[in-house]
């Protein structure tokens, strides 16, 4: 060899005694037949849905549950600041909420119609501050993006959606009204 490093032959033997020990902790099985935790399946970030922020409101959830009839209560609320820039610079912020109702109700626990439920969305939308329609844009183009995702043109409250669905075939055809 025409350039030695130094001290070779010790890092070698170190290297070799490191994984000698490393080697014989493995080999005497406490760590490998050590009892691990079992998972219980929730990963960060995608954690279960919390029974209610209310729990089951004094009973009346399980009853409402039993019954087929199955409903969330969501609320969003969005702040966007313009600091500086846009057609129109003047510093503005803009706040928008929304509660909404999403439901279902398996009508086969009712009626006695196999797979067959009704689902529905009722939103109430707060406030009409757009910020994008108010500073960023030119009010004579079409809007291209929007600064806050839920804007509706006004405050309101509205039927989102409202189906009936049914199964047939042992549910390889579903039909949506």
Avoid at 49 to 56: I, R
Wanted: charged share 20%; with cysteine.
């Amino acid at each position: 060899m025409k350039y030695p490093l130094p001290h070779t032959g010790t890092l070698a033997a170190l290297l070799l005694f490191c994984s000698g020990v490393q080697a014989e902790t493995l080999q005497t099985g406490k760590d490998v037949e050590a009892p691990t935790a079992k998972w219980d399946g929730v990963a960060l970030g995608f954690e279960p849905p919390s029974p209610g922020l209310l729990g089951d409101m004094l009973g009346i959830r399980p009853i409402l549950e039993e019954s087929g009839f199955h409903y969330n209560l969501g609320y969003l609320s969005q702040l966007s600041y313009n600091a500086g820039g846009g057609y129109n610079q003047d510093k503005q912020a803009s706040y928008i909420d929304q509660f909404s109702l999403t439901f279902s109700q398996d009508l086969q626990a009712l009626t006695g119609i196999p797979d067959a439920a009704i689902e529905g969305n009722i939103v109430n939308r707060n406030h009409d501050n757009n910020l994008t329609r108010d500073r960023l844009q030119d009010p004579r183009a079409n809007p291209t993006d929007l600064s806050q995702e839920s804007y509706g043109g006004q405050s309101i409250t509205r039927l989102g959606w409202l189906t009936f669905s049914r199964s047939f075939l042992d549910r390889r055809l579903q039909w949506r009204v």
